[in-house]
């Protein structure tokens, strides 16, 4: 089988496919110790650090590259149910189990959940939960922004409904408007608390003016351009409690 050598590598041309070897000496002999490094098989299909590729190139280790170029769809191993790529259109989309988990159109819309393209900036088939979550669009602009928040207790105390608001001081006293039901019960029926009631008020830097619901409470505090606008019952909550603020303001609500 010829071969060639070069200060400390090795070339071995075989029959059916390349082998490219590397060794660790400076001077090269027939007993030095060499490592298969990349092989080609007759087919074409590349393999690094593998004796048998399975595809055109397969590496056995990780691979880092300025920019990679894919066609399609970035598969795991032995699971082509669960990909990451392009779709037709120019649109990318993440796959799980078979079902496409997140898509992000053309038009840049993201959909979670959704067989079809998103209908929205952002489209969600099924339940959303976050902690701190970023409703309406730029205060600055005048656009406002509505939400509803629910609390659920079934033990005591003082159950509350806090928005995290953006409220830049430099747009001055900001109008807001809410709606509020709640209803509080014993599980043995000995005492009940219930209240539906809307109102309106306006806010500014920690400041607030508020028509208030008797037994619910109303706060504010500002903490740089946020602020945090709190609903509290006064009443001490029964066995089960439902709590439920609407609430429509002229800036972002963030949660």
């Known amino acids: 089988m010829p071969f060639e050598t070069s200060n400390d590598n090795a070339l071995v041309l075989a029959a059916l496919q390349m082998k490219f070897y590397t060794c660790n000496v400076q001077n090269f002999n027939e007993s030095t110790t060499m490592t298969d490094r990349i092989r080609i098989l007759s087919n074409g299909s590349v393999s690094i650090g593998l004796n048998t590729p399975a595809q055109k190139l397969e590496v056995d280790d990780r691979i880092r590259a300025d920019t990679m170029e894919i066609d399609s769809y970035i598969y795991h191993v032995g699971d082509t149910n669960s990909y990451l790529g ?3 259109g120019d649109e990318f989309k993440i796959n799980v189990g078979g079902y496409t988990s997140m898509r992000v159109d ?3 819309r993201v959909g979670f959940s959704m067989s079809h393209d998103p209908g929205y900036d952002v489209h969600v088939s099924g339940d959303l939960f976050g902690r701190h979550l970023l409703y309406g669009g730029d205060a600055d602009t005048g656009q406002g922004v509505a939400i509803s928040c629910l609390k659920t207790r079934d033990s005591g105390g003082h159950p509350y409904v806090e928005f995290h608001v953006y409220a830049p001081t430099f747009m001055g006293w900001i ?8 209803s509080s019960v014993n599980t043995n029926g000995s005492s009940h608390f219930h ?3 809307h109102g309106h008020g306006r806010y500014y830097n920690g400041s607030h003016y ?3 619901t ?3 409470a109303f706060t504010s505090r500002q903490s740089g351009s946020d602020a945090y606008l709190k609903w509290q019952m006064n009443d001490y909550g029964r066995d089960q409690t439902i709590l439920s603020v609407h609430i429509n303001f002229e800036g972002g609500i963030k949660g």
């Open 86 to 88: 392009f779709n037709t």
């Open 214 to 216: 008797s037994g619910v």
């Open 210 to 212: 508020i028509n208030e």
């Open 106 to 108: 053309n038009n840049q």
């Open 175 to 182: 109008p807001f408007t809410y709606t509020i039901t709640v």
């Open 195 to 197: 209240r539906l009631t």
